[in-house]
Structure formats: structure tokens, C-alpha cells
């Protein structure tokens, strides 16, 4: 059982949130997680790269010199890959390196991720997260607050609130995300997490659903 402490804007602690990261995830994989998260980065992959191989680059085709008689190599077209300014003999293509694995398998691995972050007390837990209008400054503010300044922060919420993403999308190492677009490569990629109670909640329940056997 973890014992976290929750703040308000200000960074004064307000209560205790008790939760075990057992229940988030009973085990955690790191092949699961390591699959999981190659995954996700080889979707962000664009795969335009490309070469061109020799029936693609500038050039005439025609034979340099004369095969026999001039004492030097064999040689073909300017083309030739030997050559400089020739083309690649393995030529890049565009690829689509996208891939899926199992919804399970990458739902588990997100619960995984929470887990771990809870198990390493890397989770910052707040009442509330809200704001009267955008504005970054005031949400930089909350972050100093809370010791979050500077610090790669995954900020989870229960909702979208649009007010929040406007206030958060300038600042620099600090993402945010609503509690059912979170994925293992979003949760561990940054140092801390930035929880409200709400989200908190959100999250046991959707572990508690999913690890909950059926009759």
C-alpha cells in the first residue's frame, strides 16, 4: 500500500491517498513493457526515407570503356553503386513500420507503467486541476508549487479540460492527457506524473474492472 500525499495549487498538502499498485497491476512484465513501448515508437516512425539505386540516379547507361584491351577492370555505367555519385545497391524505400499488438496486452502494459511510477513515488497527486481561463503563467505557477519546475512532468487528468491543454502545451517538457488516452510509452517516458484525485480514481477502477475475473 502506498500512502500519497495530496496538494492543492498552492503545494500545501490538503489529505492522503491510499492505494495499492498491486491492484493497478498485480505483476509487472519488462518484456511486456519493452514490447509495448517499441510498439508505440515504431508507430511514430514516419518511414519516408529514400535512396536511389542505380536505375534511378542521373547518368547515362552507356559502358564506360571497352571491356578487353585497356589493362584496367571491368567496369559498367557511371550508375554503377562501385561509383561515385552512383546509386545504392540496397536502396531505401518508403515502409510503414506501423504495427498492433493485442488491446489487452497494451492496456495491461499501461497499468504496468502506472504501477511502476506509483511503486517509485514518482506520482504527484492534486484535488483539482482547474482553471478560470488558459494561461500558461498561472499553470507554471502550480508546477513550481508543487516542485515540478523544469521537471519532464505527464500531467493525467479525468476529463479534458481545455482551459488546462491551452495552459500546458507551451510549457516545455510537460505533456498532459486524459486518464483513458494514457499509454506506457506516454507514462514512462517523463520523470513524474502529475495525477489529479479525480484521474487517481478513474484509474483504479478501470484496474479494477479489468483484472476483476468474470463468474
Do not use: C, W
Not at 518511414?47 to 571491356?67: F, I
Amino acid at each position: 500500500m502506498v500512502s500519497l500525499p495530496i496538494y492543492n495549487k498552492s503545494g500545501a498538502e490538503v489529505g492522503k491517498y491510499q492505494i495499492d499498485p498491486a491492484k493497478i497491476a498485480p505483476k509487472i512484465s519488462q518484456q511486456l513493457l519493452h514490447d509495448v513501448v517499441v510498439m508505440y515508437q515504431a508507430n511514430q516512425r514516419q518511414g519516408t526515407h529514400k535512396t536511389k539505386d542505380r536505375s534511378e540516379v542521373a547518368g547515362t547507361t552507356k559502358k564506360m570503356y571497352r571491356q578487353k584491351g585497356t589493362g584496367n577492370a571491368r567496369a559498367g555505367s557511371r550508375r554503377s553503386p562501385l561509383r561515385r555519385g552512383g546509386g545504392h545497391i540496397f536502396a531505401l524505400r518508403n515502409r510503414d513500420y506501423s504495427y498492433r499488438l493485442p488491446r489487452k496486452a497494451t492496456q495491461l502494459a499501461t497499468r504496468m507503467a502506472i504501477a511502476r511510477k506509483l511503486q517509485s513515488e514518482d506520482v504527484v497527486v492534486i484535488d483539482e486541476l482547474s482553471l478560470p481561463a488558459p494561461k500558461t503563467k498561472d499553470f507554471a505557477a502550480i508546477l513550481k508549487a508543487l516542485n515540478l519546475a523544469g521537471v519532464s512532468t505527464l500531467v493525467a487528468t479525468a476529463a479534458l479540460d481545455q482551459n488546462v491543454v491551452k495552459s500546458v502545451r507551451n510549457i516545455r517538457k510537460v505533456s498532459i492527457a486524459p486518464v483513458g488516452e494514457l499509454n506506457a510509452l506516454a507514462v514512462l517516458t517523463p520523470k513524474k506524473m502529475l495525477v489529479t484525485k479525480a484521474a487517481l480514481d478513474a484509474i483504479a477502477a478501470a484496474a479494477e474492472k479489468a483484472t476483476k475475473k468474470p463468474a
